[in-house]
């Protein structure tokens, strides 16, 4: 009963979806994995088209702007890569090519453009398999160097103290950068594989060799291993900043980084389970601190009142501890809908979820695991799914990532020759952009928003948008011609700066 009374008194339960106000800014991700899929590898390539418009335009229902998509799963590629083989999750067959040179990658980086999401490109940085019965292509980086790889449990990995394969990876980044048009690339949880009671990661061969170069004593394995993930993350967002610096770099840590007990100075979080920083030797707030990476979504896949990891705790500390960059709150879809709020029984966790991270400052969006089970609704009944809850309450309108001015705080041109005009294929609003489309500083995608006769111009409020749109052409929803409304255009940069005030045209529809 203390505890209602005091988030009672502190506004922060809602006895309506609608009791915030939709936010017109607001990351909303969502994770496709192939890792464990196989659906891929019995679909050719128009069959996989296929199934790639229907998820994204189902995406789209719920007003998803942005994908996480596995581009790189066990070091193999879901694209034309000459560093590393094709995915066995592709074709079944680790370099194996898919028929017709078909490029996965390629294909849903233009889908999902066209719908005006962003594309991040998903690399496991340091898995090589997934299981023991993962059978390595011969031309696969393992069977030419053995030596760089360690063998733990029944997955192999890159073994993160060799400078070379850090080498590597930067190179995989900066070929995918140069020949593919991502808006961010984006790193999971996997980074020292998380730990198995009884067995030793054996890289003390690599320990040997660099600790004491690197400033390192016999007695600081943990912190040279910490050093190593350092090194890697630093030297990818020195690689992305080289090559295309408007590219963002993201990270999706495990929702733990220490436990309250676990730190000298308290300043872990009041939980107990696997830690980013002492297990995962990840040290995701140095990273965000240093402006390595430019947002963190954390994976708080636990339910409210979780005994071991709270998500109302979890979700409160990663914001006192954010600096740099955006902050989004991984979500878990099934456990969020199969599991019950404390406080009302009867309904699933969802709304106060949302909630919380519209209601606590600082908390950019969030990110869905998994788009399969999003678009699934995460439920057997369809009225308490997650899709219909987010099309109803939560994700009504479309939303515009929230602005990186800390990369670039300008706004771009606004659009000219804003017409309206008849064709043969219906009524259009036309208009021209203003700058060169391969200047990330010039409009990227454009904001059409509708009002009626008379009604305040007001750009703030996302139920205005009638569509979010990398075309210049618009089609009217024309009908007698009898009623004005006013069309607004505005221009977005890649880094979602928007004009302030665009170009407006009064049509009669």
Same mark, same amino acid.
């Given at each position: 009963m203390k505890r209602l009374i005091i988030l009672l008194l502190t506004g922060i339960i809602s006895f309506s979806a609608f009791s915030q106000p939709f936010p017109k800014r607001e990351f909303r991700g969502a994770w496709i994995h192939v890792v464990a899929q196989n659906q891929y590898r019995n679909m050719s390539p128009q069959e996989m088209k296929q199934y790639f418009i229907n998820l994204l335009d189902s995406l789209q229902l719920l007003n998803v702007n942005a994908i996480i998509f596995q581009v790189r799963p066990t070091a193999d590629a879901f694209y034309y890569s000459n560093l590393e083989p094709w995915s066995q999750y592709l074709t079944g067959t680790q370099g194996k090519a898919p028929e017709d040179n078909f490029d996965p990658m390629a294909f849903v980086i233009e889908e999902a453009h066209?719908?005006?999401?962003?594309?991040?490109?998903?690399?496991?940085?340091?898995?090589?398999?997934?299981?023991?019965?993962?059978?390595?292509?011969?031309?696969?980086?393992?069977?030419?160097?053995?030596?760089?790889?360690?063998?733990?449990?029944?997955?192999?990995?890159?073994?993160?103290?060799?400078?070379?394969?850090?080498?590597?990876?930067c190179k995989v980044v900066k070929d995918i950068l140069s020949r593919y048009d991502v808006d961010a690339i984006h790193f999971?949880?996997?980074?020292?594989?998380?730990?198995?009671?009884?067995?030793?990661?054996?890289?003390?061969?690599?320990f040997r060799r660099y600790a004491a170069l690197q400033g390192f004593n016999s007695s600081q394995l943990d912190d040279w291993r910490r050093n190593n993930v350092n090194l890697l993350i630093e030297q990818i967002k020195h690689t992305i900043m080289a090559t295309k610096p408007w590219v963002r770099f993201g990270v999706s840590?495990?929702?733990?980084?220490?436990?309250?007990?676990?730190?000298?100075?308290?300043?872990?979080?009041?939980? /107990? #389970?696997?830690?980013?920083? *002492?297990?995962?030797? &990840? !040290?995701? +707030?140095?990273?965000?601190?240093?402006?390595?990476?430019?947002?963190?979504?954390?994976?708080?896949?636990?339910?409210?009142?979780?005994?071991?990891?709270?998500?109302?705790?979890?979700?409160?500390?990663?914001?006192?501890?954010?600096?740099?960059?955006?902050?989004?709150?991984?979500?878990?879809?099934?456990?969020?809908?199969?599991?019950?709020?404390?406080?009302?029984?009867?309904?699933?966790?969802?709304?106060?979820?949302?909630?919380?991270?519209?209601t606590i400052h600082g908390i950019d969006g969030?990110?869905?695991?998994?788009?399969?089970?999003?678009?699934? /609704? #995460?439920?057997?009944?369809? *009225?308490?799914?997650? &899709? !219909?809850? +987010?099309?109803?309450?939560?994700?009504?309108?479309?939303?515009?990532?929230?602005?990186?001015?800390?990369?670039?705080?300008?706004?771009?041109?606004?659009?000219k020759s804003l017409n309206a005009e008849w064709t043969p294929w219906g009524y259009f609003l036309n208009w021209k952009r203003n700058g060169d489309p391969q200047d990330p500083e010039k409009a990227q995608y454009y904001v059409i928003y509708r009002f009626n006769k008379g009604e305040k111009t007001q750009l703030n409020d996302p139920s205005k948008i009638a569509s979010v749109t990398k075309s210049t052409l618009f089609l009217l929803p024309y009908e007698k011609g009898t009623t004005k409304y006013k069309y607004v255009v505005t221009s977005v940069d890649r880094f979602h700066n928007e004009t302030k005030k665009g170009k407006s045209k009064t049509v009669k529809l």
């Open positions: 066209k719908r005006a999401m962003e594309f991040h490109a998903w690399l496991n940085p340091y898995r090589v398999t997934y299981s023991s019965n993962d059978v390595l292509c011969p031309e696969h980086l393992y069977n030419r160097y053995p030596e760089r790889f360690i063998r733990y449990g029944k997955q192999l990995y890159f073994d993160p103290g060799l400078p070379e394969n850090r080498e590597h990876l999971d949880d996997y980074f020292y594989p998380y730990p198995i009671n009884g067995e030793k990661f054996h890289d003390e061969n690599s840590p495990f929702g733990i980084y220490r436990n309250k007990k676990n730190t000298p100075d308290g300043s872990g979080s009041d939980t /107990n #389970g696997i830690q980013c920083y *002492d297990d995962l030797y &990840a !040290d995701v +707030l140095l990273w965000m601190q240093k402006g390595w990476i430019d947002y963190c979504a954390p994976q708080i896949y636990w339910e409210i009142g979780h005994p071991n990891a709270d998500y109302d705790t979890l979700i409160r500390w990663w914001r006192r501890q954010h600096r740099i960059g955006q902050l989004y709150v991984g979500q878990d879809v099934e456990r969020t809908m199969k599991s019950s709020d404390p406080l009302f029984p009867t309904r699933n966790q969802l709304p106060q979820k949302m909630e919380l991270e519209r969030n990110c869905w695991w998994s788009a399969y089970s999003l678009i699934g /609704n #995460g439920s057997s009944s369809p *009225d308490t799914g997650i &899709a !219909d809850s +987010l099309r109803r309450n939560y994700q009504t309108y479309p939303a515009l990532i929230p602005a990186y001015t800390y990369l670039h705080n300008k706004t771009p041109k606004d659009v």
